[in-house]
């Protein structure tokens, strides 16, 4: 009797590759951005996106950063069945949406991320992205 098997593993990217900046942002306004997380591999992956633990409070700064690699799975979960009942996170001046949901293999998921001008000044938020599987 012959056996075999094909281990594998969620692969993605992240785009931009680089910190969300929104720059100058006029009080009363909204700006978008999209953010994309493809599937690169043979499985389809469930994603999560919520505040990184390093941030609990809102932080003057600027732009969005965005967690990625060794950041992402330096975080232990929340059950996620928990997780994916949010359709947008809003975060300060930010909102995400969707913040959950599944990418089938080899396609892509447009997150958007809007930036909703308040009060005046900088800021900053830090999230996680969590993939199943990686």
Known sequence: VSVSANAVFSKYSIQPASDMDFGAVIKGTKKSQ???LENKGMLAFKYSIRQAPSLQ???PGHGLC???????????HQPLLALFL???LTL?????SPCS???APWSQQKITVDCNAGPEGKWKEQLCIDISGR
């Open 34 to 36: 999209i953010l994309i």
């Open 57 to 59: 409070s809102r932080s």
């Open 66 to 76: 965005l967690a990625r690699g060794v950041h992402v799975t330096a975080v232990r």
């Open 86 to 88: 949010q359709a947008a």
């Open 92 to 96: 300060g001046m930010f909102t995400v």
């Open 101 to 103: 949901g599944s990418v």
